[in-house]
């Protein structure tokens, strides 16, 4: 296996000698350049087509954001994989929009950064554990967003019964509604809020952010 050759771009001198060091004493990898500003980056980009660029989000001047845009443009073979101190699922959307193929945090560990770039550098995507329990958990709370946005007032009003203790019977009886009635609207919230039972319905109640 050809080495795979690896530009760093972080305005840290530290953290690029450290990574330098690490990669280096890799059989796999060479790190053939090192810079600390996104305009840096896009010239040697331009100039030297490494197979990977350690990008980070944030320097001076040009960001990485906009150093990932122009390498995409003028060095296409050139893979990205950020790396960045932010853990904000907006910047891991904008700077794959942008054209990366990776990001991993800083709180990433050695290893991680080592599967990162050889994934990326086989074509694959890759998101680090710490930032795929963040997107999976803001997943989780927009589907729970939408599932409430999807209810009626009838239906809430029902949900905050429930949670108040009432039975279907004592609900119908409130509402004045059929006991047949209070059910339909049961199933109806059930299959809208993705639960399968009043067991999963009274924990999303209990355990739910929106104020119901």
């Known amino acids: 296996m050809e080495k795979i050759n690896i530009l760093i771009a972080d305005d840290h001198k530290?953290?690029?000698d450290t990574w330098s060091y690490i990669l280096n004493n890799d059989s796999r990898f060479t790190v053939t350049d090192q810079c600390a500003s996104g305009e840096e980056?896009?010239?040697?980009?331009?100039?030297?087509?490494?197979?990977?660029?350690l990008m980070d989000i944030n320097m001076s001047e040009m960001n990485g954001l906009d150093a990932t845009e122009?390498?995409?443009?003028?060095a296409p073979t050139t893979k990205i994989l950020a790396v960045s101190m932010h853990n904000q699922p907006l910047y891991v959307k904008k700077i794959m929009k942008m054209g990366a193929r990776g990001y991993i945090t800083k709180n990433s560990s050695v290893n991680e950064l080592?599967?990162?770039?050889?994934?990326?550098?086989?074509?694959?995507?890759?998101?680090?554990?710490?930032?795929k329990q963040i997107l999976s958990d803001q997943a989780l709370v927009e589907n729970e967003k939408q599932g409430l946005n999807a209810l009626s007032e009838r239906e809430i009003e029902i949900i905050q019964l429930i949670k108040n203790g009432l039975s279907s019977k004592e609900i119908a009886a409130q509402l004045e509604i059929s006991l047949k009635t209070v059910e339909v609207h049961r199933h109806n919230i059930l299959k809208k809020l993705n639960l399968k039972n009043t067991a999963a319905l009274v924990n999303f109640i209990n355990t739910s952010g929106a104020g119901i």
Do not use: F, H, W
């Open 14 to 16: 530290l953290i690029r």
């Open 70 to 74: 122009q390498i995409r443009k003028y």
């Open 114 to 131: 080592l599967t990162a770039i050889v994934e990326v550098y086989s074509g694959n995507k890759y998101i680090c554990d710490e930032m």
């Open 41 to 53: 980056a896009v010239v040697i980009a331009k100039e030297k087509r490494p197979d990977i660029v």
